[in-house]
């Protein structure tokens, strides 16, 4: 198993442009989530998802937007980058229903925005 | 409003003793707590957990122990070892929700 996979590894943006960032997990895991990390501060939710087709709000959702058609890709899509969206952003899974169950992340993605 | 506090941002053991890492919530709803594990570079993964059930949980050299009167858990590595340097963060979570509350996150350094 490939587990949690996030494409790209790096990314620069101008203000205004946007992006995709892809995320795909092979554990067939029904819930997944996208944090974004600023420096020097633990992970913030930004959407999750419990299934295909069901989506929600996180923690700090402006600015993004995402969708679930497939039970094994979540992605994360920037409209109008803005400075303040520089981060580091995880996407990760994990089992269904069960109280606090282990999230599985990928390795993240660095976005600069200029 | 921070719901899950880490109170030191870094903290420096020699090989051998003993870490100690704290963490600190104000939502007493928080039910399960975890603890994650973050190389440079890398996705946080997961270290080991505990249900407001209990007040100890332990898996090896790790272990965490809840006081939810204090609104506290402290993760306990012994003995410490140089590839245990890394960040950890404390996370908590309400009931099935899955969604996980993180604190700031600790640097630990294993110096030889």
């Known amino acids: 198993n490939a587990g949690v996979t996030q494409t790209p590894k790096f990314r620069i943006l101008k203000i205004g442009q946007s992006m995709t960032l892809q995320c795909t997990q092979d554990?067939?895991?029904?819930?997944m989530y996208w944090y974004r990390q600023d420096p020097g501060m633990g992970l913030k939710l930004i959407y999750y998802?419990?299934?295909?087709?069901?989506?929600d709000k996180g923690e700090v959702p402006n600015g993004y937007n995402v969708s679930r058609s497939t039970t094994e890709d979540f992605p994360l899509r920037l409209e109008l980058a803005a400075p303040s969206q520089t981060s580091v952003y995880f996407c990760?899974?994990?089992?269904?229903?069960?109280?606090?169950?282990?999230?599985?992340f990928g390795p993240g993605t660095r976005l600069t925005v200029t | 409003d921070q719901q899950v506090k880490q109170n030191s941002p870094s903290l420096s053991v020699q090989e051998g003793r003993i870490s100690i890492l704290n963490c600190d919530y104000t939502?007493?709803?928080?039910?399960?707590f975890l603890w994650y594990k973050k190389y440079p570079a890398e996705g946080p993964t997961f270290l080991i957990s505990?249900?407001?059930?209990?007040d100890k949980n332990e898996d090896g050299r790790f272990t965490v122990f809840l006081n939810k009167s204090a609104k506290h858990l402290s993760l306990h590595i012994v003995p410490s070892q140089p590839g245990d340097s890394a960040v950890y963060f404390c996370?908590?979570?309400?009931?099935?929700?899955?969604?996980?509350?993180f604190g700031t996150g600790t640097r630990l350094q294993v110096t030889l």
């Open positions: 554990m067939n895991h029904n819930y």
């Open positions: 996370a908590a979570t309400v009931g099935t929700a899955s969604k996980l509350t």
């Open positions: 505990i249900s407001s059930i209990k």
């Open positions: 990760a899974s994990s089992r269904p229903g069960l109280a606090g169950d282990e999230q599985y």
């Open positions: 939502n007493s709803m928080f039910d399960y």
């Open positions: 998802s419990v299934g295909a087709g069901i989506t």
